[in-house]
């Protein structure tokens, strides 16, 4: 059973200018207590769940590469990009960069996009849900073809690449790991099974159900359930005792989820207690391993 950690908050005590200095120390405590990863949202503005919208917020891939800078074995992702934000050959290049700059530990964490506030403050496109959803199993589509070497022109209905070229490759084989954020039944979790590695499902009652809407999507599509990543996103409104983290992985194993990502809150210093946990809960296995 893996823990990973998800920092969604930059309000820091100090200020701007402690927000480099704790950030860094949070990811190099992540890492050194042997989490698997490490992921910050893909934002431009703070969401509305977590603050105020003007509470400090950094660009997700330049945190990436300050945190890979710093850090040996944990995995490094956003939760997640929305597809909305980035031309797909940009964010390709853009996650192989961080994969070959950190050994191999980025991961690609996409999703539909959902946050029209901060694209219309900052000028980008927001199209209808139907045109998002199109734009995303393009791009799932152009990844997976950059990540093969495959040079030869995309034509699609929203994305056209003359040469996609992705120079120098990725490190990580057969490609940097691709997980996919949502519960949609429909697109959402059928692309987790037709392209994905990995999954990420908010932590509630639903949970059960659309891990089995997954395994129906993969016998479809003629996946192996098994090979794809579960991991679910959770969060306490105050710092979880040791006990509490451990018995949310438990709870958490049991419905099937092979990873647990802990959302630290503003306020919240979670890396000790995760580490902690960690060590009485590597002998959990999820359901149906």
């Keep these: 059973m ?21 950030f860094a120390r949070i990811a190099k405590e992540a890492d050194q207590g042997g989490l698997h990863s490490l992921w910050v949202m893909d934002h431009f503005f703070q969401i509305n769940m977590v603050g105020p919208a003007d509470e400090p917020m950094l660009e997700g891939y330049t945190a990436l590469a300050y945190a890979a800078a710093l850090t040996e074995r944990i995995t490094l992702g956003t939760l997640v990009t929305g597809v909305t934000y980035r031309h797909p050959g940009i964010l390709v290049k853009t996650v192989t ?24 403050g900052l000028g980008v496109r ?8 199109e734009r995303l199993e393009e791009t799932l589509r152009i990844a997976h073809q950059m990540w093969e070497g495959d040079e030869s022109a995309f034509e699609g209905e929203h994305y056209r690449l003359e040469r996609p070229l992705n120079s120098p490759p990725a490190l990580r084989r057969p490609h940097p790991r691709i997980l996919i954020g949502g519960t949609g ?43 794809i990543e579960k991991t679910s996103l959770t969060f306490f409104t105050e710092t979880p005792s040791v006990g509490a983290a451990v018995d949310t992985v438990g709870r958490l194993a049991e419905q099937g989820v092979d990873e647990v990502i802990f959302s630290q809150g503003t306020g919240q210093d979670l890396t000790g207690v995760l580490a902690e946990a960690l060590s009485q809960t590597e002998k959990i296995v999820p359901a149906g391993r």
């Design 2 to 22: 893996r823990i990973g950690l998800q920092v969604p908050s930059f309000t820091f005590p100090g200020g701007p200018e402690q927000i480099g200095p704790t």
């Design 126 to 133: 927001f199209p209808p849900t139907a045109e998002r959803f």
């Design 97 to 120: 960069t961080l994969d070959v700059l950190s050994g191999g530990r980025a991961w690609l964490g996409i999703g539909a996009a959902w946050n029209e506030e901060e694209s219309r």
């Design 185 to 227: 039944e429909k697109k959402t979790l059928r692309y987790v099974a037709k392209y994905a590695d990995a999954c990420n499902i908010f932590d509630g009652e639903e949970l059960p159900r659309k891990l089995e809407v997954l395994r129906e999507h993969c016998e479809r599509e003629g996946r192996d359930y098994a090979e």
